[in-house]
């Protein structure tokens, strides 16, 4: 640094006395300074003498600390990373300490700047911040905007065509707007009654506004069921916690909501409000947090720092839109029915002429034989053409009655002639002249003949029924019979040989008529009816027929019966019958007869129907004591717990042995009543244990000896231990189980349960016997049983947690139930919407839901009968069954 100071000349004086200031040295000390500050000033003072060591000592100790301090900064200043590392560790609590105003101003620019570069190197980066916040936003303001056109629309479309529609119309010329504004101006007629400000976390109730002549029941309580409502349908369909209530519809009532930060806004509108009051009733909402929400964050149902609230929740009752009453438009409605009224005529006599002349052609379309191809109406004139048949009817004379004016109407007919099955039996009847044996008829759009008819006409009729074969109906002819002898005579003969045939025993070989005389020949049973005497009252002369039948053994079960009851002379006892072809006999004979029936049966066994002799019982002493005995094995056999090993019959005495349970039955019992003689039986049975379940119960009784409170019994061959037990004898039945399992048995004790300490048995008996009411219909609990589920809640979570301390855990089943009102669907359907009910509120009273169970069970288990004067309010109850695990 230079400088323009003049070269300063010190004069030369002695100091007057030792008390004043020596000036001389005080001259060498300023020049030392000003050398030390600009080295400049050395060159320009002349005279002074080189510096005193004794002035940097005095430098060091008078500016050395802050010379460094000035060294060390300015090397942090040259030194851009320890530069950016110091101001890096002061900025936070620089701009802590830093007004917010100036603050904001100073990084402004900077932030600016700093968004918009990164935007440009990366827009994606400001899409991925802003996505989660935007997009739910934008996506219920579209919603909102659709609802909003689908309203207008379907309002429009609902009055288009009404009398307020053309109304309207006219008012929406006239005023210039558009007609869905005016619709909607009419129509959507509402008033928002409540209004209800709910805390978001809590569910409490922050303030609620009434508007006039509108009736409500406890606020609080209306506001506690609209959480638990949100809270039940969050717990049963995981539904996402930011999510909420939204729309509610009760017949004429919309219950609407808006959810904010820290408080939800419900507002319950009656009537059809637009899709624009959402927006307004948010606007209010956003207000109140903009204004409180600090105040609405910290709510814990001190509502004295919320005071303003009210006041803006009043501008949402006081939204409503009412019909207007304005004057009905008498002159437009008059000038509209002058110009109405004579087109309306013309168009009526228009209309009616049509229909007149429509009426003809649908008639004509009708008349068989008549087929319409063409027809029009112009300038007043009716022209119809198409085919008609000779024989159909005259369409000038169907004119008649149909008040249409003939001399309007131009036709235009070609002949033909039509298929139609009434039309062709005409010109059959014409052509064939049928004698009067026959007659024809339609049935089923086919021409039938029936009748007697010579041969001549039959031909005739034949040909005819050839040539309408390739269009026309079918002419059936099959039912003429030819009324000549030689035909009566075949026809009599085919009937005489059909009922040779359809007798048993005759097999008609070879039948034939020549020269007027008739051969037949075949064979015949002796025991089958005589052909000769079947002859009688077919019309068959018997000189002219010539037979030749050669005698053969039928197999016809019938025969084989005479044959067998003339060679085996059945006695009385036993009696032989056909069942199903074959040959039964049935009763008691002794063995000779016995062994000549098989030798028959064998003889029948090579082509005729089987005899069977098993149903013949042999009546010998010999046979009946061996069926008795076998009778006695049988019965042995069936019980349970004996094993019949060996079993034979020598000399007339019965010998059997095997095994026996001792707790079977005793066989020397079983031998009453089988006609055995106890004296010619001797038995050897060996004891052993069965496996059969019900003697293993039995030892199981015995050996465990189960207390009352355990019942023992056998489900699908398994034994099954139910019931309360203490620990020890639980302990006793898991050995016997180990046990039975080695051999193939099993005793399940998984249902038996310890026995509950006498503390948790008295709790549980208290909360079983409670019971939550419901009014008729209703899926929520009327006000008065609040203090039941709040007693009811402490009870549950007192007894789950004693369970805890007993090591066992504790589960509740809420089951709903319903009174005999409305269809069963509906029934099951309040039950189980009462018991979801009861755990929301019990889950807000701090059960643990984990241990609450619900079930609709409908009418299916009352409480008392619905005859009783109490008994439909018992039967709308919400239970509670209490299990332990």
């Known amino acids: 640094m230079t400088s323009t100071v003049d070269p300063i000349s010190l004069p030369q004086r002695t100091a007057s006395n030792d008390t004043e200031i020596d000036r001389e040295a005080l001259a060498r000390l300023l020049i030392e300074i000003a050398r030390n500050v600009d080295p400049d000033y050395r060159a320009r003072l002349d005279g002074i003498p080189t510096a005193d060591p004794r002035m940097e000592t005095l430098r060091q100790l008078l500016v050395g600390r802050e010379i460094s301090e000035l060294s060390r900064v300015t090397h942090l200043l040259d030194e851009p990373e320890q ?101 909607l101006k009419h129509s959507l007629v509402y008033r928002v009654e409540h209004v209800f400000l709910i805390n978001r976390n809590s569910g409490l109730l922050i303030a609620h506004v009434t508007a006039d002549n509108a009736t409500s029941e406890d606020p609080q309580l209306i506001s506690s069921m609209l959480s638990a409502i949100q809270d039940f349908v969050k717990d049963s369909f995981n539904e996402k916690e930011q999510s909420g209530l939204d729309t509610i519809r009760f017949g004429e009532l919309r219950l609407w909501s808006e959810v904010g930060p820290f408080a939800t806004l419900v507002a319950v509108i009656r009537g059809n409000p637009p899709e624009e009051l959402h927006e307004i009733i948010r606007d209010v909402l956003l207000r109140i947090h903009d204004e409180c929400s600090q105040a609405l964050e910290q709510f814990d149902g001190d509502s004295s720092q919320l005071a ?80 008609r048949d000779p024989l159909a009817a005259d369409p000038q004379s169907l004119l008649a009655g149909t008040q249409v004016d003939p001399a309007r109407v131009h036709s235009r007919w070609q002949f033909y ?66 009324v000549s002898p030689e035909a009566r005579a075949a026809e009599h003969w085919q009937t005489y040989v059909s009922r040779l045939e359809a007798q048993p025993g005759i097999i008609v070989a070879q039948q034939t008529a020549r020269g007027g005389h008739f051969y037949i020949s075949g064979l015949r049973d002796p025991l089958a009816a005589d052909p000769q005497a079947l002859l009688s009252g077919t019309e068959v002369d018997p000189a002219r027929v010539h037979s030749q039948w050669q ?35 049935e009763g008691e004979a002794p063995d000779t007869w016995i062994d000549r029936a098989r030798a028959a049966a064998r003889q029948l066994s090579a082509g005729g129907p089987e005899f069977d002799i098993s149903k013949v019982r042999d009546v010998s002493p010999e046979a009946r004591a061996a069926e008795h005995w076998q ?146 219909g209703k899926a929520v609990p009327g006000p008065e049983q609040l203090p039941v589920l709040d007693k009811l809640a402490n009870q549950l979570k007192q007894l789950a947690k004693d369970a805890r301390k007993a090591g066992v855990t504790a589960q509740f089943m809420l089951t709903g139930h319903s009174d005999e009102t409305g269809r069963e669907t509906a029934k099951l359907s309040i039950s189980a919407a009462r018991a979801e009910t009861v755990r929301a509120l019990l889950k807000k009273r701090g059960v643990d839901p984990e241990l609450l169970l619900v079930r609709g069970a409908g009418t299916f288990e009352p409480a008392e009968t619905e005859n009783s004067r109490t008994g439909s309010s018992a039967n709308r109850r919400v239970s509670v069954t209490v299990n332990f695990h």
């Open 83 to 183: 530069l950016a590392a110091a101001v890096g560790s002061v900025l936070p609590s620089a701009a802590a300490r830093a007004l917010h105003a100036q603050l904001g101003e100073a990084l402004a620019p900077a932030v600016e700047r700093a968004v918009q570069r990164s935007i440009q190197k990366s827009p994606r980066t400001l899409t991925d911040i802003l996505y989660p916040v935007f997009l739910p936003a934008i996506r219920k303001s579209i919603g909102e905007k659709i609802d909003q056109t689908f309203q207008s629309l379907n309002e429009t479309l609902r009055h288009i065509f009404t009398w307020h529609g053309l109304k309207w119309r006219l008012e929406a010329w006239r005023t210039g707007a558009s007609f869905s504004e005016v619709v």
């Open 308 to 387: 303003g609230v009210e006041t803006q929740l009043q501008t949402c009752v006081e939204l409503k839109q009412e019909e207007s009453n304005q004057g009905f438009p008498w002159l437009v409605v008059a000038a509209v029915l002058l110009v109405l009224i004579p087109a309306g005529g013309w168009f009526f006599l228009s209309w009616q002429s049509g229909q007149r002349w429509q009426a003809y052609v649908s008639r004509l379309g009708t008349q068989p034989g008549i087929i319409v191809a063409e027809q029009k109406v112009r300038d007043g004139q009716f022209y119809i053409a198409g085919l």
């Open 417 to 482: 002639q039509s298929l139609d099955p009434e039309f062709v039996l005409k010109r059959l009847m014409v052509s064939l002249t049928p004698p009067k044996s026959v007659r024809l008829s339609i049935v089923n759009h086919r021409i039938v003949a029936e009748g007697e008819a010579s041969d001549s006409w039959i031909d005739r009729a034949r040909a005819a029924a050839r040539q309408l074969s390739a269009g026309g109906p079918e002419f059936d002819i099959s039912r003429v019979r030819d």
């Open 551 to 585: 005698f053969y053994q039928s197999l016809d079960p019938e025969f084989v019966l005479k044959r067998l009851m003339v060679s085996l002379t059945p006695p009385k006892s036993v009696r032989l019958s056909i069942v199903e072809d074959r040959i039964v006999a």
């Open 631 to 776: 009778t006695y094995v049988s019965r042995l056999e069936a019980q349970a717990g004996i094993i019949v090993a060996q079993q034979t019959a020598r000399g007339g005495h019965f010998y059997i042995s095997g095994l026996r349970d001792p707790q079977a039955a005793n066989p020397q019992a079983l031998l009453s009543g089988t006609g055995v003689d106890p004296a010619r039986v001797h038995s050897q049975w060996q004891f052993y244990q069965s496996l059969d379940p019900k003697f293993v119960l039995k030892r199981l009784m015995a050996s465990l000896s189960p207390p009352d409170s355990v019942r023992l019994s056998i489900i699908k061959d398994r034994i099954v231990a139910q019931g309360e037990a203490p620990a020890a004898w639980i302990d006793r039945a898991r050995v016997a189980a180990q046990q039975l399992s080695a051999d193939g048995l099993s005793l399940e004790i998984s249902e038996l349960r310890e026995l509950t300490p006498p503390e948790l048995t008295h709790l549980r008996e208290a909360i079983q016997a409670v019971d939550i009411f419901f009014d008729s």
